[in-house]
């Protein structure tokens, strides 16, 4: 199916099971321990043997010689794999960095071999007798030091590094209002709960490999031409995630040690990357300096908006792409923003949640609120006043649907956000409390998904395609959009996800999961809907699904009856048509939040939190809210604790664990609102829905940062926002 033109009408409007707060079909499932992640398999043909990688002990140069004497004969140990026995490999299409093989060593953690014994401790003791000698190299780790000499990058996904209308510099030097500031973000780590993992089997020239991935059919494509074999040899799955936040998007190390350390040693074979291996072995979101000015009249109007912003990755890497949003979100005739990318030898910088609007409203957001200081107004009513409708560097295209005066001002009312008192003013005891707003926005990005979907004789509806569920809800909205396609409840339907036989879908990644897989699966199921009535004789035009029957006119049949004996099988694909090109999609919302500064420490609490968001139609407000929330205090992490640090001498990150990196807790977290403005896009996909997981994520940071300075008048512009950024300006206490 072609979607090509806005929707009219169609079966998903009905809104009996879509839009219901379904709870999750596979919740049971997961808290009885039942749902089976990557780790957990079992080999029909017997227990797995273990696996446990070596990584680089340099960030820099290149391996002269490894002796795995010791290791190999060390208790119960079957294998040893090493870099320079497998030889150079080609690389992943998605990945920069080269995963395992050859001498070469592009960053610290880089795997250089798997042991493999019979038991997880026999591995884990042999691997660190592996010894190993290296030609290290001098590399280039500070993205302060590497930001002079940065170069323009190649386009970021068709979009160039730069872009410019008007005369920005004319603008902002004749306006009459003006706000030139740098901003900083640091290194984020993933850390999703369940660390990367793969359990390989081979038969003859077969892999199965189960792991955890975002997206199935992107991985097994690497896979295949990183082993050297025929894609169709292998096969993938991943029904089960343990979160991915875009750690998951790209293949892994522990796919293809899992892979070589099975065919090593005849033995399926288990292999999880340790915690401390997630910082460096893997993808991390790249730290970034944004330079952000803005020139106003002096009634508010934007005039002038320039974001520039530097970032670092390996050479051959992509910059952070943090001015994205700068391109859209307000207007203003006059307006620059670029990306400038300094090549550093640090582990690769990837997709990490939002990439690019995260970062980049951690920045711009605080800039809109100093600018709305300097104006005397009130943040909220500034940026509804520069508000626009259409894309202000290519006025002719418009968005689709943007409703983020409607986020601000549902959100100002809900919150109370009129108690607002000017900076420092509020007081609960020991605590100095402000208020803070921010605006937020995430593009709507569209892939195609393709579905099968089989109706058995006894009515139930099966639903195959490859798409993950990265703990967000995909089984639970697939299971809705087919049953509200074919007129049956939610438990009469089966759905199955998370494995290379299955059709290919969108997967999960940049909040395009849900609308995509869902619209693939309403493709399949409108070819199930005419295969039903061509069965049953009955003329598809006006034929309902409904109470699991099939009317038309006055004739009806149970939806069974159309299946026979061998069942109806049907199969299609979503594919895009131009609508995303020739209007701009995107969805919106707006974060306020509370905060309490303790006056004496300096420490932040956040107090309250609410976001509004209008993103086309909410498929499910159950797992929507549960997206929005796990975002919402993403953004307090970032805001306030996560900060890869690196030591810029050696060139790794030092604080490789969850003791180090700190995330929040329960405790952390206040009590939490999320509204989803009613709404949909007819432009975005026959579901008429749009993403909300990145989205809940985009703007968080800088209301916190907004809120500390409304609580203390200290403006913070370098996260994260740890006390001793603050403590210097904080009244002095009686
Ligand atoms: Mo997302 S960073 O595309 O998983």
């Known amino acids: 199916m072609k979607f090509d033109r806005p929707e009219t009408t169609n079966p998903i409007d009905q809104m009996k099971v879509v839009g219901q707060p379904v709870r999750r079909i596979d919740g049971e499932l997961k808290v009885t321990g039942n749902a089976t992640y990557a780790y957990e398999w079992q080999d029909p043909d017997g227990p797995s043997a273990y696996g446990y990688p070596v990584g680089s002990a340099i960030a820099k140069g290149r391996i002269t010689a490894m002796d795995v004497g010791a290791a190999e004969a060390s208790p119960g140990v079957l294998a040893v794999v090493t870099t320079l026995a497998v030889g150079d490999r080609e690389k992943g299409q998605y990945n920069t960095a080269k995963l395992f093989g050859g001498a070469e060593i592009q960053h610290y953690h880089q795997a250089i ?103 199935i059919d992107w991985w097994r494509t690497d896979l295949a031409a990183t082993l050297g074999i025929d894609k169709d040899n292998i096969q993938l799955k991943s029904p089960y995630i343990g979160g991915g936040f875009g750690g998951k998007l790209f293949l892994r190390v522990d796919a ?51 974001h520039e912003s530097w970032s670092g990755d390996l050479p051959g890497g992509g910059p952070e792409p943090a001015v994205m949003q700068t391109r859209l979100l307000y207007a203003g005739a006059n307006r620059m923003t670029s990306m400038r990318l300094a090549a550093l030898d640090l582990p690769e910088g990837n997709a990490m949640r939002a990439p690019g609007e995260a970062p980049g409203l951690m920045a711009l957001e605080v800039a809109i609120d100093e600018m709305a200081e300097k104006l005397a107004m009130d943040p909220v009513a500034f940026r509804i006043l520069n508000d626009t409708q259409v894309d202000p560097e290519n006025p002719k295209r418009r968005f689709t649907h943007r409703n983020l005066i409607g986020c601000l001002e549902t959100g100002s009312e809900r919150f109370g956000w009129s108690e607002r008192r000017r900076p420092g003013a509020r007081r609960d005891g020991n605590w100095l ?226 003791a180090g990196y700190e995330v929040p807790v329960h405790a952390d977290i206040p009590h939490q609102e999320v509204i989803f403005l009613e709404e949909e896009d007819p432009y975005s996909s026959p579901m008429k829905a749009k993403g909300v997981g990145e989205l809940g994520l985009c703007g968080v940071s800088a209301a916190i940062a907004n809120a500390i300075h409304n609580a203390t008048g200290v403006r913070l512009r370098h996260y994260p926002l740890t006390l001793d950024k603050l403590i210097g300006g904080l009244p002095e206490v009686a």
């Open 256 to 306: 293809v040690l899992a892979a070589f350390a099975a065919k090593a040693s005849g033995r399926t074979v288990k292999v999880a990357l340790p915690r401390p291996f997630m910082a460096n072995n893997t993808t991390h979101r790249p730290a970034t300096i944004q330079r952000i000015r803005i020139g106003t009249e002096q009634d508010g109007k934007i005039t002038a908006i320039a």
């Open 113 to 215: 071999a798997v042991v493999v014994a019979e038991t997880f401790e026999q591995a884990r003791a042999a691997a660190a007798l592996v010894k190993v000698e290296y030609a290290e190299v001098q590399g280039q780790f500070s993205l302060a030091d590497g930001r002079d000499t940065a170069q323009k990058p190649k386009d970021v996904d068709d979009t160039p590094p730069d872009t410019a209308v008007g005369d920005f510099d004319s603008a902002f030097a004749s306006a009459p209002m003006t706000l030139d500031e740098e901003y900083t973000t640091p290194d984020h780590s993933h850390s999703m709960m369940e660390p990367h993992a793969s359990i390989a089997a081979w038969n003859g020239e077969q892999l199965t490999l189960w792991t955890s991935s975002q997206m």
């Open 433 to 658: 409390v402000g208020m803070g707003v921010a605006a937020a926005f995430r593009n709507n990005l569209l892939l195609p998904s393709a579905a099968r979907v089989k109706l058995d004789r006894e009515g139930i509806v099966t639903v195959e395609t490859d798409m993950t569920d990265i703990g967000t809800g995909s089984y639970t909205i697939i299971a809705q959009t087919a049953a509200e396609m074919l007129g049956l409840s939610v438990d009469k339907v089966v759905v199955k996800l998370g494995d290379s036989r299955f059709p290919v879908s969108a997967g999960s990644g940049g909040q395009f999961g849900a609308n995509c897989s869902t619209s693939g699966v309403y493709a399949a199921c409108v070819k199930l809907r005419e295969a039903v009535a061509s069965a049953l004789g009955f003329n598809s035009d006006d034929v309902v699904f409904e109470n699991g029957e099939v009317r038309s006119g006055n004739r009806f049949a149970p939806l069974a009856a159309a299946a026979g004996v061998d069942g109806l099988v049907a199969e299609d694909k979503i594919e895009w048509g131009d609508l995303s090109k020739t209007h701009q999609q995107s969805t919106f919302g707006a974060h306020f939040v509370e905060v309490g500064v303790d006056v004496a420490t300096g420490e932040t609490r956040v107090r309250r939190m609410l976001a509004v968001c209008s993103a086309g139609r909410i498929l499910n407000p159950v797992t929507a809210r549960s997206q929005v929330i796990g975002a919402m205090t993403m953004g307090v992490g970032s805001a306030l604790s996560e900060e890869l640090a690196v030591d810029t001498r050696r060139g790794f990150f030092v604080n490789h664990d969850l």
